[in-house]
């Protein structure tokens, strides 16, 4: 009985937090993509600098006519948003966000494999959209999505597996155990094309080609409206989350901090995923979208290279230590 | 020496966190005021005392925009004997909003000063006829227009000034000669005494 109840607790508080995170990063780049652009963002919604907005949002888009075009694939259009957003819930289940056993919801073995398996499914959703749409912009935006997918998953796992290399173990609690200081300069090359092909398979801008609004109106989304519209937009920021917790627990170290007591470390993740997101938002604002074959060369032959080149400085690095 | 590769794209960073510690430029209008600049043309206000009907102001607005109304009034003679005088009377004085542009022809022609402009903006109404406003509106505009703003420094002088001090150191000038000539007059006669 406690143990059932144990589990529905741990699972009720992931999921608050996969309703409420997100929501609390779309707010956060509202305003901060507003001052970056010299103006205030929402300001009415909630009374308070518009902090309700994104609730008045969701109050909006359930409002609306759920709408599925005559020629669509009905089910498959139908099921494509769940298939979007539930992989992010499921990851969000594996990060850790402290040392202890409470501060995970589920503890997973083999937690690397588990979390990029899982986020590769949520690149599904657009694909099925995109086919199931009968529409030949969302088509655009489903190869699109299909061929970034392509370009830089590899990337991605190439330079998780760094991680894994120099910790010894494919768990995610295990790697940040590992952690040392010294791995930030030794893995910041993996790091930073870990985050990079993580924001590209997002689709965030500058590597938002396949949704790209002003070009192929919103590619496998156009045919959405309502609620429907609404979980592909709640995945994209749960993707942000998710893809800073992973950044944070395998190239940032986690709960490990210069400071800080005992049973505080959380509030180091909580930090560093924030930092993280905040530079999202940053790059969105601050960067041109990338053209189609920008996007394919600068994942081709840039960043697999540089995958490779870190995982043979892991190697070496850790032959020379052992 | 070229570029640092990369270089490009911090700047691109920079910019985007430098604007972010900036005042934004939002103007939050209907919650605050805007501030207008001086002379600004918002709204048309007459001073119906000044207004002498001479339709100057109707007869020079590019679109016909002004409707002036009036009687004629006889004034009896002031003195006993005099003349009885005849005056124009204010009946009515609208402009119509709707195809006013704002040129301000009018208030520069007004040889009363009667009409002024006033930065009231304020004033959209849903149907187009409501837009001509009437003598009563136009009055109340008057009480919102502010004082002429100060001269820019090295500004001409204005135009009653300059009279004025003309016309007083015409004078001075005069009476300076005239105490002069007053002053050599009894020392001619000394001269002419001694002699």
């Known amino acids: 009985m406690n143990d059932v109840l144990d589990v529905a607790l741990r699972l009720i508080i992931v999921f608050a937090v996969f309703m409420v995170v997100p929501l609390v990063v779309g707010q956060t780049e509202h305003k901060v993509m507003a001052h970056m652009q010299g103006r205030l963002g929402p300001m009415y919604a909630g009374g308070f600098h518009g902090w309700a907005q994104l609730v008045a949002d969701g109050v909006k888009f359930a409002q609306k006519e759920d709408i599925v075009p005559a020629e669509a694939d009905r089910r498959i259009f139908q099921l494509a948003p769940a298939v979007a957003l539930l992989p992010y819930l499921l990851v969000l289940v594996a990060i850790p966000i402290g040392p202890s056993e409470g501060a995970v919801g589920q503890v997973v073995d083999a937690g690397i494999f588990f979390v990029l398996a899982v986020m590769g499914v949520g690149v599904l959703g657009s694909l099925m959209a995109g086919w199931a749409s009968a529409n030949k912009f969302s088509l655009l935006g489903g190869l699109r999505t299909a061929a970034q997918l392509l370009a830089y998953e590899l990337p991605m796992l190439l330079a998780a597996a760094s991680v894994a290399m120099a910790a010894g173990t494919v768990s995610l609690p295990g790697i940040v155990n590992a952690f040392e200081w010294w791995w930030l300069p030794w893995q910041i090359v993996g790091g930073l094309v870990f985050f990079v092909a993580g924001l590209a398979e997002l689709q965030r801008p500058p590597f938002d080609m396949p949704i790209a609004d002003s070009e192929i109106i919103f590619g496998a989304y156009t045919e959405y409206t309502g609620l429907r519209f609404a979980l592909f937009l709640l995945a994209e920021y749960a993707g942000i989350v998710v893809l800073c917790g992973l950044t944070t627990v395998l190239f940032l170290g986690g709960w490990h901090g210069p400071l800080g007591a005992d049973g505080l470390g959380w509030v180091w993740t909580l930090l560093k995923i924030a930092v993280l997101a905040f530079v999202v938002i940053w790059l969105r604002v601050s960067y041109p979208r990338l053209r189609e074959d920008q996007l394919q060369r600068l994942a081709w032959t840039t960043l697999i290279p540089l995958a490779l080149a870190q995982i043979a400085l892991t190697g070496i690095v850790k032959v020379a230590i052992s | ?195």
């Not at chain 2, 502010?146 to 204005?158: H, I, K, S, T």
Request: with cysteine; proline share 9%; net charge negative.
């Open chain 2, 1 to 195: 020496m070229p570029p640092i590769p990369g270089s490009g794209l911090a700047k691109g960073l920079a910019v985007t966190l430098r604007t972010m510690t900036k005042k934004t430029v939002t103007a939050q209008y209907p919650d605050v005021q805007p501030e207008l600049p001086p002379r600004s043309r918002g709204v048309i206000g007459l001073f119906e005392e000044n207004c002498t009907v001479c339709m100057l102001c109707a007869r020079e607005c590019p679109d016909w925009c002004i409707y002036i109304d009036s009687h004629k009034e006889t004034v009896p003679a002031a003195a006993p004997g005099g003349r009885e005088r005849s005056r124009n009377v204010l009946d009515r004085f609208a402009i119509d909003f709707s195809l006013c542009m704002y040129c301000g022809i009018c208030i520069e022609v007004c040889p009363f000063d009667a009409l002024f402009w006033s930065p009231e903006f304020e004033y959209a109404e849903t149907d187009i006829l409501e837009l001509t406003h009437e003598r009563d509106k136009l009055r109340e505009w008057m009480w919102t227009v502010p004082e002429p703003p100060a001269l820019d420094p090295g500004a001409e002088e204005p135009k009653e000034i300059a009279a004025a001090r003309k016309t007083a150191e015409k004078l001075e000038a005069q009476r300076a000669q005239e105490a002069q000539q007053a002053q050599q007059t009894p020392q001619q006669e000394e001269e002419e005494g001694k002699e």
